[in-house]
């Protein structure tokens, strides 16, 4: 599109630094944004400081969760008139051109086009690997090959370097005419989950594909360790939209229950799985297995949140 009226929107919480990178990456694209907005999410780390140095939109606001956060910034954009807007974390930043691609392959049928995440260690694998999809769109239940991990990976698979599938807030740009149609994030997700949500509304809308042209640098993720709120969300939404948006759902729900526990022993420790299974965080365990089956969404104060 020739001129579109674009803003980039930030949602942080206690990044401080990572966030400066990522505003001056915003600031340095090489075809300016018509504004930026950070959600600040109730940061405590000098984050506000931060801001005050920078000419940009800010609303601070309790953490209400990356869901909130991406709630209350579309809906800044509805009120004040944008057609696009730029969604990203505050961990990652993106590639000078990003914007510029994205927008000269954006179209009036397009609902979301997004910038591909790759690490900012290794620019030729992607820190959230892109699904194999099978012929309804579903990613592929497969025993050896299931995810797309690298950009040479993608440019075989994709066609004309475009690919149905996108990570939402990491550099997606939205049209703002489909969140009228389809409705702003559901804030009640909380953390997690809110993306997949998403992105299935998005789809019912227009068109829904990542470009790989256009680069996100994010740090390496596959490490962080899962704090007891992170695996409850974690858990508990992977189920709400197995059922609500995927095929073969209960094998997909019984897949993610062991997909969390693997994840566990991989970045935190086996005495962790204990306390999920049989020890003292079993009730956050099996809560959260319990509420995605029921599917009750919202904010689980249990977790003294």
């Given at each position: 599109m020739d001129s579109l009226n674009s803003i980039a929107i930030v949602v942080t919480h206690n990044r401080c630094n990572l966030l400066k990178r990522c505003l001056k990456s915003l600031?340095?694209?090489s075809i300016k944004l018509s504004d930026i907005l950070v959600i600040d999410n109730g940061s405590t780390d000098g984050t506000k400081d931060l801001l005050n140095k920078f000419d940009i939109k800010v609303i601070h606001q309790e953490n209400l969760g990356s869901a909130g956060g991406w709630h209350t910034g579309l809906k800044y954009a509805l009120?004040?008139?944008f057609e696009a807007a730029w969604l990203m974390d505050d961990d990652g930043y993106p590639d000078q051109k990003a914007y510029e691609i994205l927008k000269n392959n954006f179209t009036k049928n397009t609902a979301c086009i997004s910038s591909v995440l790759i690490s900012e260690n290794d620019n030729s694998k992607f820190v959230?690997?892109?699904p194999?999809?099978?012929t309804k769109g579903f990613p592929k239940l497969a025993i050896k090959k299931r995810n797309i991990i690298s950009r040479r990976e993608f440019d075989l698979l994709s066609k004309?370097?475009?690919y149905p599938w996108v990570h939402l807030f990491n550099g997606a740009l939205?049209?703002?005419n489909t969140v009228k149609k389809i409705g702003n994030v559901n804030k009640d997700y909380f953390l997690y989950g809110d993306e997949v949500d998403y992105f299935f509304r998005l789809r019912t809308s227009g068109k829904?594909?990542?470009i790989s042209k256009a680069l996100h640098f994010h740090p390496?993720?596959?490490k962080r360790p899962f704090t007891k709120a992170k695996i409850f969300y974690f858990l508990r939404n992977s189920i709400i939209n197995y059922k609500k948006y995927y095929n073969y759902k209960f094998l997909r729900c019984t897949l993610g229950i062991f997909h969390i526990l693997f994840i566990v022993i991989q970045r935190n420790n086996f005495k962790i799985l204990l306390s999920l299974l049989i020890g003292k965080d079993r009730k956050i365990f099996y809560s959260s297995i319990y509420q995605g089956i029921t599917g009750k969404l919202g904010l689980n104060n249990e977790l003294g949140q």
């Open positions: 600031q340095s694209q009120d004040n008139g959230f690997p892109f194999i999809l099978d004309e370097e475009r939205i049209s703002i829904v594909f990542s390496e993720a596959s």
